[in-house]
């Protein structure tokens, strides 16, 4: 009876955490801004290589005066990774100068940060 009492309890705690935690205020990342990844070279290639992030907001204007930061790693060997922050270059676009050592898949991952905004989006590239 106790165990029983017990369960109950744990089920009932559960229940009201996850109904807090569902509420409908909750928006999309993808409605507060956009991220859109470019290289140049197109296609991408090993060696040096710059990254561009245009970011526009909800209503497809550039987002300048952010934050933008790039994370990226090997898909195939974890411990090969680059990460830096991107320069802003106005009309939305943040650029990094930067050098990938291996062709393969690469996951770029490119976080914006201008408060309250705080979005993360990633990007399988291929590098030839």
């Given at each position: 009876?106790?165990?029983?009492?017990?369960?109950?309890?744990?089920?009932?705690?559960?229940?009201?955490?996850?109904?807090?935690?569902?509420?409908?205020?909750?928006?999309?990342?993808?409605?507060?801004?956009?991220?859109?990844?470019?290289?140049?070279?197109?296609?991408?290639?090993?060696?040096?290589?710059?990254?561009?992030a245009t970011i526009t907001d909800a209503n497809g204007q550039p987002?300048?005066?952010?934050?933008?930061?790039?994370?990226?790693?090997?898909?195939?060997?974890?411990?090969?990774?680059?990460?830096?922050?991107?320069?802003?270059?106005?009309?939305?676009?943040?650029?990094?100068?930067?050098?990938?050592?291996?062709?393969?898949?690469?996951?770029?991952?490119?976080?914006?940060?201008?408060?309250?905004?705080?979005?993360?989006?990633?990007?399988?590239?291929?590098?030839?």
């Amino acid at each position: 009876m106790r165990y029983r009492s017990l369960l109950l309890s744990l089920l009932f705690v559960g229940a009201l955490a996850a109904s807090a935690c569902s509420g409908s205020g909750a928006t999309p990342t993808s409605t507060l801004a956009s991220i859109k990844l470019t290289t140049n070279p197109n296609p991408p290639t090993s060696g040096n290589i710059e990254l561009v992030a245009t970011i526009t907001d909800a209503n497809g204007q550039p987002l300048d005066e952010a934050e933008v930061f790039v994370f990226s790693s090997h898909t195939q060997m974890t411990s090969m990774a680059m990460n830096g922050k991107a320069s802003a270059k106005g009309s939305g676009q943040y650029t990094l100068q930067t050098s990938f050592s291996m062709n393969g898949s690469w996951k770029i991952t490119v976080q914006v940060k201008k408060p309250p905004l705080n979005i993360t989006e990633s990007f399988i590239v291929d590098f030839k």
